[in-house]
């Protein structure tokens, strides 16, 4: 019986197993039995089998069995029963940023503060499974992706264009591209949900001139229509569609339209999220090395950087009964021999956010641009996202209409700041 057939997502065969097991032989009589809970969906199933798998191999006295959950709220709501009811899997994965603070960190997880691989953790994936109380509960589980601008090699070939830094670089490759008759800036509000990347993918330069932001706005001191560097994003909606950059079928395309248009040529620039590799290469994989990616550009050129959208936290319930075998496993992911596990099921759709942890040659070019960001010197940090509970749903409507010449950036702001008050009283959130 191999080790892979033991994968299972019904904790009750898990006995059986363990018995038949224990016949192949005394090597693993005396084995740990770990169980390790994690999202349903394929492809994180082939991850966790193959991080398993070589853990296993190094590891002969531990076998781990798999459990699956779905995923979405009802995912949400059985993680935060199963720790509320002492009935947790030894390891699970799960969230980083507000949705790990959900869960009582500080109660339910094991502190892994000192963990001797913490050295190797980036500090941008670190404050993103802080509990409250300062100490560190978690480690990265997958890749990075980046909230910036996908753009069309050849079209910057073609016109002489270098990577902008600033924002004032940005816009004058923009009236290169449009003087050549091209589309300079692909919108896709047919999706609404595209048409909030100039805000979202805007956070690092945000932090980067005021790094107490989402605490203050967490607590109801900051706002985006009275911060000026948060103000920004908005304006620079603004300013794309004033400028006529955009496709002119922008109020009805599609993500999936964007995507083609960027990849073929179609359109120089389109801001997105860094999945969006995947699916491009599954898509137009012929054109794959035609999409490059860039950081967001603010306002000064010393200051460029990427904001981040954290893969999920790896967690131990300090339920366990095997905590010295789970923070081995634990060690295993975090480790470089973790990542090329990780990669070799996966593919390598970003950057780990583990020191020494390298991709393959061949990756993708949006994949290898966004590297130097996560390079020792490089700068990167979380999307607002993760280091606040506050994201009003209106936002997808509000950037739609700045977005669209309907209702100016200072409005579309204020509005926002109207709809983050309402969340924000929902939660109980002191200060609004």
């Given at each position: 019986m191999t080790k892979t057939s033991r994968r299972i997502a019904l904790a009750g065969l898990s006995a059986g197993l363990m018995a038949m097991t224990a016949l192949t032989g005394a090597a693993h009589a005396q084995s740990i039995n770990l169980t390790y809970l994690i999202p349903s969906g394929a492809d994180?199933?082939?991850?966790a089998e193959e991080l398993v798998k070589s853990f296993e191999a190094a590891n002969p006295d531990i076998n781990i069995d798999i459990e699956t959950r779905p995923g979405g709220s009802e995912g949400d709501n059985l993680v935060k029963t199963r720790l509320a009811t002492s009935s947790m899997a030894d390891i699970f994965r799960y969230n980083s940023g507000s949705l790990f603070q959900a869960i009582n960190p500080a109660q339910f997880l094991v502190d892994l503060t000192n963990e001797p691989w913490q050295a190797d953790v980036q500090a941008s994936f670190k404050q993103v499974v802080t509990a409250p109380d300062?100490?560190?509960?978690?480690a990265p589980m997958g890749a990075a992706m980046g909230g910036g601008i996908y753009y069309n090699k050849a079209i910057y070939e073609e016109l002489g264009l270098s990577i902008p830094k600033t924002w004032a670089e940005f816009m004058a490759n923009n009236e290169k591209i449009k003087a050549a008759g091209k589309v300079a800036v692909i919108q896709t509000y047919g999706d609404t949900w595209t048409s909030q990347l100039f805000v979202l993918a805007d956070y690092y330069n945000v932090s980067a001139k005021d790094p107490s932001f989402a605490s203050r706005y967490t607590a109801g001191e900051a706002k985006f229509a009275t911060d000026a560097a948060a103000l920004r994003g908005f304006e620079k909606l603004q300013e794309t569609h004033d400028a006529g950059l955009f496709n002119e079928d922008f109020g009805a395309a599609k993500y999936d339209d964007g995507l083609r248009m960027v990849a073929s040529g179609e359109g120089a620039h389109y801001p997105m999220l860094t999945f969006a590799t995947t699916a491009i290469a599954a898509s137009y994989p012929d054109m794959l090395d035609n999409v490059g990616f860039f950081a967001q550009p603010g306002d000064e050129a010393d200051l460029n950087g990427l904001t981040v959208w954290m893969p999920d936290g790896l967690y131990i319930p300090n339920t366990t009964s095997n905590l010295d075998a789970a923070k081995r496993f634990v060690a295993f992911v975090a480790s470089?021999?973790?990542?090329?596990?990780?990669?070799?099921?996966?593919?390598?759709?970003?950057?780990?956010l583990v020191n020494g942890c390298t991709l393959p040659d061949d990756v993708p070019p949006a994949v290898s641009d966004m590297l130097p960001y996560f390079a020792e010197g490089g700068q990167n940090g979380p999307a607002l996202?993760?280091?606040?509970?506050?994201?009003?749903?209106?936002l997808e409507q509000i950037t739609v209409e700045v977005g669209s010449g309907i209702r100016p950036a200072a409005d579309g702001a204020a509005l926002?700041?109207?709809d983050v008050r309402k969340q924000a009283q929902q939660l109980g959130l002191p200060g609004w």
């Open positions: 994180g199933v082939a991850v300062g100490t560190v509960r978690g470089v021999e973790g990542c090329e596990a990780q990669t070799r099921a996966g593919g390598a759709s970003g950057p780990y996202e993760f280091l606040s509970p506050i994201k009003g749903p209106a926002y700041d109207e």
